[in-house]
């Protein structure tokens, strides 16, 4: 434990990048899945959406059925597992485990992963990238925009969902525009 010299206080520390479980998020990825070109709905954004938020804010949280999902999420069981079946086709989600004859599913870890850098690393190793409509290999390609005043974002971005939702529809007024 480190402490200010002067004042005996403790000096606050972050587990960043050495140690300690942190959150990825490829904004390349996720910003070309709310452009038109992706052909992914609105809805299937919002699936995205939930899965990347409940992995990097409670991990834990992604581990319940499709039934209990559908539920927190407005939609009817049959039509989230159409969406997630089309989201497992393009290696968006991936099925992590289950319980009985309920499976559960994580996103790929090419979008979102919470864990150290060598956890992620390795973890890329067993997976290829998703398939995404429009997305070039060269990541330079995409202009990633800075939200400006008028954009009208939450200025508090501990509603993970709500930003990102936000953002992908400023990004899809831009791209039409």
């Known amino acids: 434990m480190l402490v200010y010299a002067d004042t005996g206080e403790r000096v606050p520390q972050a587990d960043f990048g050495y ?5 990825t998020f490829s904004l390349v990825r996720f910003v070309a899945l709310c452009s038109r070109e992706s052909g992914r709905t609105d809805a299937e954004v919002r699936v995205i959406t939930w899965y990347c938020g409940a992995t990097l804010l409670k991990p834990d949280l992604v581990n319940r059925t499709v039934a209990d999902i559908a539920a927190d999420l407005g939609f009817t069981r049959p039509a989230l597992s159409r969406m997630i079946t089309r989201l497992l086709k393009d290696r968006l989600l991936r099925k992590t485990g289950g319980v009985g004859r309920s499976p559960f599913y994580g996103v790929s870890p090419y979008l979102c992963f919470r864990g150290s850098g060598y956890e992620h690393r390795e973890e890329l190793k067993g997976w290829n990238p998703p398939h995404i409509k429009g997305l070039t290999e060269e990541p330079e390609s995409y202009l990633l925009l ?10 508090d971005p501990a509603n993970f969902t709500q ?5 992908g529809r400023i990004a899809r007024d831009r791209e039409s525009a």
């Open 19 to 23: 140690g300690g479980p942190f959150g």
């Open 163 to 167: 930003f990102l939702g936000r953002a």
């Open 146 to 155: 800075t939200p400006s005043a008028e954009d009208d974002l939450p200025s």
